[in-house]
């Protein structure tokens, strides 16, 4: 199809009936999308019987097109079923039989579609291709005629606008200027008449609409404001375009927006003239720092801005209520003191809004007929002033408010945005101008305070001792505060009370003290919080409230005296009169009695620092005990073991002569040396003891949880009654279990499990939990004493071992845990020690359950019966030689070396050997060395260990289990006769 023309409706005519004509159809129809690609809209129907299928088709059911044409995609043809919903039943009284449905595009572009219909005959795939033929050759036609028919809309648009816009541009007068608008719009838009309508401009007397007319009403608005609106009127019927629609919108919105700029000329004029007058204020609000000035000249100011009767000033107060500070039109003693939502004013102060009531009586505001102002009803209390109208702005500054500035009129007054707007200025510019006169007078009561404050302390902090400080902190505490009775009340950690430490005014016992947690100051004490009561005679928690009602007390104050976050004492301030005080007021005091904390803990330092000087004299001369004591120690245990070797020959020797002497001359004499000897080796066993070298008493049968339960009784008065005194708790936890029955020394583990009870009530100066336990690991019996006190640093866990070491200054030894442990391993158990700083402590001790199997049990099958031959190593000659010279006066077969290599060279080349002797300590080799080469060689061999150093029991299992026997020097006939029977016996 050629393009000889743009004429849309010409080209969608002739595309119809070539289609109608191409495909033999009986009906044809073509929509096309809009202007704006959106909507389908039928532009041609041909060949329809029916004069309402035309209209059907131009106002389809809302949805696609082409699914309510045909339920195939498109292109497609298809027979019209018998059956038909609603939405379709015009094709059936079209006698429609198929349709055929093929889109219109150009260029990539959707266009619309064009639709064939038949009545008797079924369309077929040729008459499909026709149509594709038709629609692919007349697309290009469409959408030039369409790109024309939208220029030249735009055109026509644009000079409508343009004309609409000169002519708004041209004219202060808008309503003059509407009357042309109209005039224009409708001869534009094809309307008998065009009606415009504003708010600020008289609305003309609407037209009627002619029978079968038609009438387009369009809103002019801003925003979401509608001030107006523009009506069209025709005499045809129809819907009106969606071109026409659009249009009429555009101009109305041209014409709002010459409203809104003649409102904004009209308000910025109007603004210029309110400002100024706001300037003025501002600049007589801004020349002074006198609040009582600043609130006179507010009061003046919103009276002669907005013309109000009467006017007041409202001050929010530390109390919270909102105080008339300046009036104008009314006495100030007439106006009422109000909360944060009584009355209008209040409503203000709670909405942080503006609050306006044209008539109260008409409009009551909240509270007026239920809150009471005295002794009357709001509502009464305000009627009696004689207005009618209130007007309330409240005054915010930084977010904070700091009043209300209230304007009434004794009649009833209609609401006046820019009163409100006014008002609203005023209130912002006073508010801070408040704010800075009220932070000025505060400056300078702040100023007078903190005089007053350092010169009390000065006085105060100028001496150290208590009970001076204690008076003159009672006598510089009435003088700030302004009242004569003041107590100065000291915790006394003991008796969990606190104690009269000095006092101004009425007198009260000497003895006075309160129960910590008891009465006003016993909880401030506790809770460390500032108390106050504004009627203490009626309060019934008062417990002195007889004492109080007889001294005339009306008022209490207690204020927590801290140092370093520790409650010391109570400052209380008692007035006969009422009194509120205020929050800088309560700081002011704070801080003096936060001042009091720091000058009675100096004073607690200096006492505690002289105390301290003295114990650290008497520490340094124990610590030079302790050190000598500590070095003696370690020197009797070096020299337990030289001696044991000089005694060992020494008796040994004497006994041998003993069984070769007959001569009472002779023998009497020896027996002499023998005993003397014997007391030697006591000797050398205390010196052992003091060397903490631990020996086990008689082993009995046993169980830990009686061992704990006595620890815990015999402690009872240190983790209960002391700590109590101390003012602290120490919560004892006790976990036993059954089935922990060992062979053990009871005195000896209750000495042992008592010094760690001891150890962790001394870790516990706070108070904290204790807990005892006991249970069971395999074949060993535990039991565990676990606290919540102060624990111990790496460095210090890794020494609590050594004997003579000690974290608690002089009231210690730095034996208790060292001892413990000692007494553990003699019992062939283990103790560890787990601790961390700050999170306590946890010792475990760990013993051989009783019936347990012993690792050295039945390691060897025992020597020949009779005489032995046995190998003896000792280092030292004299010994190993009176040793040898006693085991052979028995019999026996002795062979002898000198060291570890040499015995154990001796044991290869001596096949029959029964027993090994050997010393425990010898150079380039000890006794477990010998010990454990005999095992490896013959497991069979009994060994026997020969030692001056006491008690073995601090070794190892397995080094244990090399070991069948031990014999300690000085070494007896008697001694070692029993060791080699047992070996006999086995």
Request: hydrophobic share 45%.
């Amino acid at each position: 199809m050629a393009p000889d023309t743009l004429d849309l409706d010409l080209v969608v005519r002739r595309l119809a009936g070539d289609g109608k004509a191409r495909v033999s159809a009986d009906a044809v129809a073509v929509w096309l999308l809009g202007l704006d690609g959106s909507e389908l809209a039928l532009h041609a129907a041909l060949g329809f019987a029916r004069p309402s299928t035309a209209r059907t088709l131009a106002h389809r059911p809302f949805g696609r097109l082409a699914d309510w044409l045909t339920p195939r995609r498109v292109p497609s043809l298809g027979i019209v079923p018998a059956s038909l919903p609603p939405g379709r039943a015009w094709l059936r009284e079209e006698s429609i039989r198929s349709v055929l449905v093929v889109p219109l595009a150009a260029g990539g572009i959707r266009l619309g579609l064009l639709a064939a219909f038949r009545r008797r005959r079924p369309f077929t795939a040729r008459h499909l291709a026709a149509a594709r033929e038709i629609a692919a050759a007349g697309g290009p036609a469409i959408h030039a005629a369409l790109r024309f028919a939208e220029e030249r809309e735009h055109v026509e648009r644009a000079e409508i606008l343009l004309a609409v816009t000169q002519t708004l541009a041209s004219t202060s007068d808008l309503p003059a200027a509407l009357g042309e608008i109209a005039h224009r719009t409708a001869a534009a838009l094809g309307a008998e008449c065009c009606e415009i309508h504003v708010a600020d401009a008289p609305a003309p007397s609407p037209s009627a609409v002619p029978e079968g007319g038609a009438e387009l009403v369009v809103p002019i608005g801003r925003e979401y404001a509608a001030i107006g609106s523009l009506r069209l009127v025709r005499r045809d019927g129809g819907e009106w375009a969606p071109t026409i629609v659009e249009l009429a919108t555009a101009i109305a919105g041209q014409i709002a927006l010459a409203a809104e700029n003649a409102r904004l000329v009209r308000q910025a004029e109007a603004h210029a003239g309110e400002l100024a007058a706001l300037h003025d204020v501002t600049a007589t609000l801004t020349s002074t720092l006198e609040l009582p000035t600043v609130l006179e000249t507010v009061a003046d100011s919103a009276r002669s801005l907005i013309g109000a009767q009467r006017c007041g000033v409202f001050e929010l107060d530390g109390a919270q209520q909102l105080v008339p500070r300046a009036s104008r039109g009314v006495p100030i003693e007439h106006l009422l003191t109000l909360k944060p939502g009584q009355g209008a004013v209040g409503a203000a102060a709670l909405r942080r809004a503006p609050f306006f009531t044209p008539d109260w009586r008409e409009h009551e505001p909240p509270g007026y007929a239920t809150d009471r102002v005295g002794d009357d009803v709001l509502r009464d209390a305000v009627r009696r002033q004689g207005i009618r109208a209130v007007l309330a702005v409240p005054l915010v500054s930084k977010d904070t408010l700091v009043g209300v500035i209230a304007a009434a009129w004794d009649d009833v007054h209609a609401y006046d945005e820019r009163e409100v707007r006014l008002l609203t200025g005023l209130a912002q510019q006073a508010a801070v101008a408040l704010d800075r006169a009220r932070v000025h007078t505060a400056a300078l009561r702040r100023a007078d305070e903190l005089g007053a404050l350092l010169r009390a302390a000065r006085t105060v902090m100028a001496g150290l001792d208590r009970d001076a400080t204690l008076q003159q902190i009672a006598h510089e505490a009435a003088g700030i505060a302004g009242t004569p009775h003041v107590k100065v009340l000291v915790v006394d950690s003991q008796t969990r009370t606190l104690r009269l430490g000095a006092i101004t005014g009425s007198p009260v016992p000497a003895d006075f003290a309160v129960p910590l947690g008891s009465s006003y100051s016993g909880r401030v004490a506790v809770t460390g919080e500032p108390l106050f009561v504004s009627d203490t005679a009626n309060d019934p928690q008062n417990n002195l409230a007889q004492r109080d009602r007889e001294a005339g007390i009306v008022t209490y104050l207690g204020l927590p005296i801290r140092s370093r976050e520790r409650v010391l004492g109570v400052l209380t301030f008692n007035t006969t009169m009422p009194r509120r005080y205020s929050p800088p007021e309560l700081d002011y005091l704070a801080s003096f009695a936060d001042l009091a904390g720091i000058a009675l803990d100096n004073a607690r330092l200096y006492d505690e620092a002289q105390q301290a000087l003295a114990d650290l004299r008497a520490m340094q001369q124990k610590l030079v005990r302790g050190e000598t004591l500590r070095a003696l120690g370690e020197l009797a245990g070096g020299a337990a073991h030289h001696l044991n070797n000089l005694l060992t020959i020494v008796v040994g020797r004497v006994q041998l002569l003993l069984r070769n002497v007959e001569d009472d001359r002779l023998r009497r004499p020896l027996a002499i040396i023998e005993k003397a000897a014997k007391d030697g080796a006591e000797v050398v066993r205390r010196l052992q003891q003091f060397s903490r070298t631990h020996q086990v008493g008689q082993l009995r049968t046993l169980t830990l949880e009686d061992v704990a339960g006595d620890a815990l009784g015999l402690t009872r008065g240190h983790w209960q009654d002391s700590a109590r005194a101390r003012g602290v708790s120490i919560d004892v936890e006790q976990r036993l279990a059954g089935a922990t029955t060992i062979e053990g020394d009871a005195a000896a583990l209750r000495e042992a499990v008592t010094n760690l009870v001891l150890n962790a009530v001394d870790a516990m100066p706070k108070g904290g939990r204790l807990t005892v336990e006991t249970r069971t690991d395999g074949d060993r019996a535990v039991l565990v004493v676990a606290d919540t006190g102060t624990g111990m640093s790496e460095h210090v866990r890794l020494k609590a071992h050594e004997p003579f070491f000690t974290t608690k200054g002089v009231k210690a030894t730095g034996l208790g845990l060292s001892v413990a442990y000692g007494i553990v391993r003699s019992h062939g158990g283990e103790l560890t020690l787990d601790s961390r700083e700050g999170r306590g402590t946890t010792v475990t001790l760990m013993l051989p359950r009783a019936g347990a199997t012993s690792p050295a049990a039945g390691s060897a099958t025992g020597p020949r019966a009779g005489a032995l031959r046995m190998l003896l190593v000792d280092d030292e000659d004299e010994v190993r030689e009176a040793l040898a010279e006693m085991l052979a006066s028995h019999g026996h077969t002795v062979l002898t070396a000198t060291g570890a290599d040499e015995a154990l060279e001796r044991l290869d080349a001596e096949p029959d050997l029964d027993l090994v002797l050997t010393d425990l300590v010898m150079p380039g080799g000890t006794g477990w060395d010998v010990a454990a080469g005999v095992k490896a060689r013959r497991p069979h061999v009994p060994v026997g260990l020969i030692t001056g150093w006491g008690d073995t029991t601090d070794v190892d299992d397995a080094r244990r289990a090399m070991v069948d026997f031990v014999v300690e020097k000085p070494v007896t006939v008697e001694a070692l006769q029993e060791a080699v029977a047992r070996v006999r016996e086995r």
